[in-house]
């Protein structure tokens, strides 16, 4: 699996203090709050299950399948509600957290989705932003790293479901999609 990785973009150690960085800053943010933490599946699992440690307060975790990839390296536009909230957003302070925002379709649906449900205060929290694939107008509340208009993969994020239990992030080799 490793040697299908050209490059390692950011170690587990980079995550690690990135993510403690974010926690802390949302600790400080919602400490008088009982905020609504939304982790978007399946890319956002790794980054919300080390995040939410980070943050020192009582929260409620909650979360959405939503799909606009399928096994493509190419965003169809389309996003596919695969499973719901749980928890109405009415009045509540929400933080979504994802792995990527490419295109910002996934995103921009979402963020209109939890609004009209009535949310008091969106935030928008991503691990990684890769602004060159930008279609929809969006710019997030906080980034960890911006990354480069190449294919990243680990740490949640996958291709073709594959990848998404590296602890790290990398680029993964061309020759690997392109056999596919
Ligand atoms: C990936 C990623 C983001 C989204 C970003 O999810 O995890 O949720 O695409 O792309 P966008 O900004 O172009 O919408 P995907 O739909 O592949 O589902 P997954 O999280 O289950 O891999
Ligand atoms: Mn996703
Ligand atoms: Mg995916």
Redesign the pocket.
Known sequence: MHNEIEKVLFSENELQEKIKEIGQDLTKEYNECFPLVIG??????PFMSDVTKRIDIHLEIDFM??????NSTV?SGE?KIIKDLDTTVEGRDVIIL????????????LISLIKHRGAKSLKIVTLLD?PA???VD?VPDTVGFTVPDEFVVGY???YA?KY?NLPYIGILKPEVYKES
């Open positions: 978007v599946l399946k890319g956002a699992l399948d939503v799909s606009s990839y399928g965003s996003v994802e792995d990527i925002i490419d295109s910002g379709v996934t995103l921009n649906y890769k694939g930008r279609q969006l949640g994020l996958d479901e998404r």
